[in-house]
């Protein structure tokens, strides 16, 4: 769905300032179990409290979601993590490398974690994130409880990295969106499943693989088992138009998403910087879903560093 056809299906959400009275505005809807939008570093989330089981049905509602796809859960700082997972050793070097910030760890649920059972999709692990931006994270300080926290779009649609993206995709779903401008990364965050036995990439996002082993050695061969965490339905991001990727060629009615020297309609990084091309892209899939083409093609980007998270969220738009 775009967001023009969004905007027919009911009034706007309420964008308000993330100042004090937002901040406070926010805070009171959380603690009554009603879905607020929020920004992260990486897109903008739709939070609910993670401890109701109603805030959290609510979400689903609002986007659409598949009841079998879990919810990441954000938290303020380790010792919250420490109530709802198990952590061991890796995880706590994983913190210190990487937290605050774009990495979410798949982990052992505790058995009085108090997390709403959709929250976890019926599984017995949890994904946990703390996030780097400053309103999330002191919203999360304010509540004093966790937050489930989706990409705040319809299920399926492409992520939102301002707050007028998500005003257009959630219209008549949600009441209030805190404006904490564009989002700096761009990308949803990386998530890493902890095994017994080692560890494995289920989404790439800012965070690399590489970086990731640097911290804990090599990741485990092999594919992943089911939906385990957000992000891996093999349709996704989809701005609901035909998607042609490493289109090297000009086609009539295609809107062209190009990178460095390719200008295309919408350029990801005229320099060619990767992470700035990674901070743009949903912008690009939301200016091409709202464009007069019937048709998007994507110029052929390198796959190096987090150039493999763009890829990836281009493969599942395209599906």
């Given at each position: 769905?775009?967001?023009?056809?969004?905007?027919?299906?009911?009034?706007?959400?309420?964008?308000?300032?993330?100042?004090?009275?937002g901040l406070?505005?926010?805070?009171?809807?959380?603690?009554?179990?009603?879905?607020?939008?929020?920004?992260?570093?990486?897109?903008?989330?739709?939070?609910?409290?993670?401890?109701?089981?109603?805030?959290?049905?609510?979400?689903?509602?609002?986007?659409?979601?598949?009841?079998f796809n879990?919810?990441?859960?954000?938290?303020?700082?380790?010792?919250?993590?420490?109530?709802?997972?198990?952590?061991?050793?890796?995880?706590?070097?994983?913190?210190?490398?990487?937290?605050?910030g774009a990495?979410?760890?798949?982990?052992?649920?505790?058995?009085?974690?108090?997390?709403?059972?959709?929250?976890?999709?019926?599984?017995?692990?949890?994904?946990?994130?703390?996030?780097?931006?400053?309103?999330?994270?002191?919203?999360?300080?304010?509540?004093?409880?966790?937050?489930?926290?989706?990409?705040?779009?319809?299920?399926?649609?492409?992520?939102?990295?301002?707050?007028?993206?998500?005003?257009?995709?959630?219209?008549?779903?949600?009441?209030?969106?805190?404006?904490?401008?564009?989002?700096?990364?761009?990308?949803?965050?990386?998530?890493?499943?902890?095994?017994?036995?080692?560890?494995?990439?289920?989404?790439?996002?800012?965070?690399?693989?590489?970086?990731?082993?640097?911290?804990?050695?090599?990741?485990?061969?092999?594919?992943?088992?089911?939906?385990?965490?957000?992000?891996?339905?093999?349709?996704?991001?989809?701005?609901?138009?035909?998607?042609?990727?490493?289109?090297?060629?000009?086609?009539?009615?295609?809107?062209?998403?190009?990178?460095?020297?390719?200008?295309?309609?919408?350029?990801?990084?005229?320099?060619?910087?990767?992470?700035?091309?990674?901070?743009?892209?949903?912008?690009?899939?939301?200016?091409?879903?709202?464009?007069?083409?019937?048709?998007?093609?994507?110029?052929?980007?390198?796959?190096?560093?987090?150039?493999?998270?763009?890829?990836?969220?281009?493969?599942?738009?395209?599906?």
């Amino acid at each position: 769905m775009n967001e023009a056809t969004a905007r027919n299906e009911g009034p706007m959400p309420r964008i308000a300032q993330a100042d004090e009275s937002g901040l406070a505005g926010a805070v009171t809807l959380l603690r009554e179990g009603v879905p607020v939008a929020l920004p992260t570093e990486t897109v903008y989330g739709l939070a609910a409290r993670a401890d109701d089981a109603g805030a959290v049905a609510a979400i689903y509602r609002a986007k659409g979601r598949p009841d079998f796809n879990p919810l990441i859960v954000h938290v303020p700082d380790y010792a919250a993590l420490e109530r709802i997972a198990v952590p061991d050793e890796r995880v706590r070097a994983l913190a210190n490398a990487f937290w605050p910030g774009a990495l979410t760890l798949v982990l052992p649920l505790r058995a009085d974690s108090g997390l709403a059972s959709a929250v976890t999709a019926g599984l017995p692990t949890v994904a946990v994130r703390m996030p780097a931006h400053p309103v999330m994270r002191e919203v999360l300080r304010r509540c004093g409880f966790p937050l489930a926290a989706p990409s705040a779009n319809r299920s399926g649609a492409v992520s939102p990295t301002s707050a007028a993206h998500v005003a257009a995709s959630l219209a008549g779903r949600i009441e209030l969106v805190l404006d904490g401008g564009h989002t700096q990364r761009g990308l949803e965050s990386t998530i890493v499943a902890l095994r017994p036995s080692g560890w494995q990439v289920l989404r790439p996002g800012p965070v690399t693989e590489e970086q990731v082993a640097a911290v804990l050695g090599p990741p485990l061969c092999g594919d992943t088992d089911g939906i385990e965490a957000p992000g891996q339905l093999a349709s996704h991001y989809a701005p609901g138009k035909p998607v042609r990727l490493d289109a090297a060629d000009e086609r009539e009615g295609e809107f062209r998403i190009g990178f460095g020297s390719d200008d295309g309609h919408f350029n990801l990084s005229p320099e060619g910087d990767l992470n700035a091309a990674a901070s743009r892209l949903y912008s690009a899939l939301h200016a091409a879903a709202a464009a007069p083409q019937e048709r998007i093609a994507v110029v052929p980007l390198p796959r190096d560093g987090i150039g493999e998270a763009i890829a990836d969220r281009l493969r599942r738009a395209a599906a």
